[in-house]
């Protein structure tokens, strides 16, 4: 009722200002935390540095007991409990870095009613005995972070998170707001249904990160100099983060760029504890120092002022992508997403999933989420009305701070030369990958050719208007576009796919960007 309503929303501004020193609520905040003081649950999606965080601290703050908090990351969890602290907020965190006897003080804690908000792994959460301490102690809310990992169809899905399910069942009093950055349709409709959120508002921001330009480039074998040369041209002695597939290519790419005169640190899973730590820590606290890491670095990584996040590889889906890029300008100032994919990314990532033992479904799924990644790739229109539309988000029109609104690429008819690629494939008996393909089209007299009988056939030596990089690009489009898939225990050779036929029998035309030879001029235009 309007008493409540108007009591719940002075309380809240008044913590908002007393206890964290802000002065308003952003966008749907001050609706969230009414919400949920009032006692409703919630879904909560906004993006990374929209201010998840105070939707479920206010109302922890404001209602009686103690909130309990589900995060995956103990890193996370650490620095949020101690922000709490230093704003004078009763707040403790129980996950595996701690031993017996502090286990013990929290609990002591928890049932004394000392606490205002405790952070917990979800796998202790779902002891028996954690569970038997929360049926007696007074609770204000749950607050599930990264609810994201409930989903199977999401990327990063955390079996331990599916148990939460059983809180609406053990706690049907206690009001459940979950909370995520990335989730698309169908992930949102999972969490839903899995946390049992039926009755919860959505309050949905959108997921736009109007300060991240968006750039992706082709990898011609020179990612590592475009690289380097994005970072001296662009964000010299700023800090940023380099994503790589391999341990090896961080370690690499780490080295070469100090060679540089750069601070840059590796991250990889290979490294011992003390070094990650380390090397995460002076991330965190020195000035312009680049991270080079594989995707295990960034989880629950807050710092504000990163000024762009870098791939040197293909991330496996559009949400690791947005996940990924999304660590840069959380501060919201301006930051780049740049990136440099090739060929090789594309046949490495179809065999890795290929082999991967998992489920023919959850294959089917993987395969899904590559071919959307290599569309936005491949697009030659707004990448983030594309890549929020993949979200469900509405998002009209272009954008004006991506590498194609930018620099509109320019398009070819490409029906020809793909004919060719593709009849090469089928005279070759779809055994063959792309190298050798291009040595036939390009007519190359060597052992392997002729001793298979290639320099006979009718697509030998007939591609002479492309170069050898010009036809990777183009078989790289063209398994993009989904007209050879590549076979995943055939050393990466590739096959027609029935989507392949139309174009080889001229009844469908094929229009594919242009390559783009980056110069100075066009790198100026991007930055202005
Ligand atoms: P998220 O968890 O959504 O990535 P955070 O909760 O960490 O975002 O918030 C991002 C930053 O914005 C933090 O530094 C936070 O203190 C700040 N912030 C959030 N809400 C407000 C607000 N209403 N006024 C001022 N600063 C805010
Ligand atoms: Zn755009």
Redesign the pocket.
Known sequence: NHADTNASQSSALHV?QSV?G?????NQ?ADIVDHVILGGDALVL??????????F?VPALVREGTAIVISPLIALMQDQVM?LRQNGIKAAFLNSSLNGMEVNEVENQLMNGELELLYIAPERLMMPRMLQLLDNAPLSLFAI?EAHCVSQWGHDFRPEYIKLTVLHERFPDTPRVA?T?TADGPTQREIIERLSLHNARVFNDGFDRPNIRYRITENQGTARENLLRFILNEHEGEAGIVYCLSRKKVDEIALWLSGKGMTALPYHAGMSNEQRQQHQERFLREDGVIIVATIAFGMGI?K?DVRFVAHLNLPKSIEAYYQETGRAG??GQPADAWMAYGLQDVITLRQMQGNSGAEESRKRLEQHKLDAMLGLCELTTCRRQALLRYFDDDYDHACGNCDNCLTPPETWDATVAAQKALSCVYRTGQRFGVSYLVDVLLGKENERISQFGHDKISTYGIGNELNNTEWRTLYRQIIARGLLRVDVEGHGSVQLTDTARPILKGESQLTLRKMVKANKSERRKAKT
């Open positions: 908002l964290y802000y002065e308003s609520f952003r905040q906004m993006p990374t540095g929209g201010g998840k965080s105070l939707c601290q922000a972070d909370l950055a807050d504000p959380r501060d």
